[in-house]
């Protein structure tokens, strides 16, 4: 799609917005894990979601609701991996690592995604994508073990930084299976589905642990966690998406370990070592080299 150059800068702004949302979003879970529980945060996360969206997607839920029936279970496990695992993970993770680490490591999720589609979609990566994988695996190790591998012997002194790989990896089955049902539903009945299910999900949950109740130091937190990562982010991002392409707008990805970083230096005083230099390099060179495609030649042999 060809933009005029006014209109590119107004379409580049849109990924931007959304991926600043998002790393801020990283930077007020790591605020709000002293004030609050993983539980309570991702209940109340979704509780506000999904009562925003009710007045609007209820009525369009119901006359759809025929294409709904017959996805539920796909849309009960995306909920699962990209909802429940995913976040659920990812705020654990915050009480024992800190938000610079956070996202550094989300920046792998397409790295992890090319993994995932090797078992899901039977999908061989190219030569390309195989160094990205191992440059980007290398950084990813690099970050965990704070700058001197030999510190990884010592697991117990990063179980944040694994608890965030394992959201990571479990958000990459969330992609995966999206390309792989192609479900022709529209994004924000789907969204309201999945988000339904995420609250059924959560329910076990907040029977056996409780839920902390919400107050001056988690409120705005809480609040903004169920505003604009949920909702106000995807909607900004699909519009991107339909102005610049997928390609595109997914290289803006690559800036939220940036974004991240800059936040949690300012808002909460983290410390930017040389090895979170290296590693972010590492990680989006690996992203960026697994993207590329095989000349013409290669594409016919294979």
Request: proline letters at 5%; aromatic letters at 16%; one cysteine or more.
């Amino acid at each position: 799609m060809e933009l005029n150059p006014k209109m590119a800068k107004w379409a580049a702004a849109l990924p931007l917005t959304a991926v600043f949302i998002w790393s801020l979003n990283i930077a007020v879970t790591r605020y709000v894990a002293e004030f609050i529980s993983p539980v309570s945060i991702s209940f109340y996360r979704w509780l506000i979601a999904f009562a925003l969206l009710t007045p609007f997607m209820l009525p369009q839920l119901l006359r759809q609701r025929a294409l709904v029936l017959a996805h539920w279970k796909q849309l009960a496990v995306l909920a699962a991996f990209g909802m429940v695992l995913y976040q659920g993970l990812s705020y654990s993770a915050a009480h024992y690592t800190s938000a610079t680490n956070m996202g550094i490591i989300n920046a792998f999720i397409p790295v992890f995604t090319i993994v995932v589609s090797i078992f899901i979609l039977k999908e061989w990566p190219s030569r390309f994508a195989l160094a990205g994988c191992l440059i980007s695996f290398l950084g990813l190790l690099l970050v965990i073990a704070r700058g001197d591998f030999a510190n990884l012997l010592a697991l117990g002194g990063h179980s944040g930084d694994v608890i965030m790989v394992a959201a990571v990896f479990f958000y990459a089955f969330y992609g995966v299976f999206l390309k792989k049902w192609q479900l022709q539903i529209p994004l924000f009945i789907s969204l309201y589905v999945q988000i339904f299910f995420a609250l059924l999900y959560h329910l076990p949950f907040v029977i056996w642990l409780g839920l902390d109740g919400i107050n001056a130091q988690n409120g705005w937190s809480v609040l903004y966690a169920g505003i604009f990562p949920s909702l106000a982010a995807p909607l900004v991002w699909m519009i991107a998406v339909q102005q610049l392409g997928p390609n595109r707008t997914s290289i803006f990805m690559n800036l939220m370990p940036i974004f991240t970083a800059v936040m949690a230096y300012f808002w909460l005083a983290e410390q930017w070592s040389i090895y979170h230099s290296i590693g972010t390099a590492l990680a989006i060179a690996g992203v960026l080299l697994a993207q590329k495609k095989p000349g013409l030649r290669r594409e016919i042999a294979e």
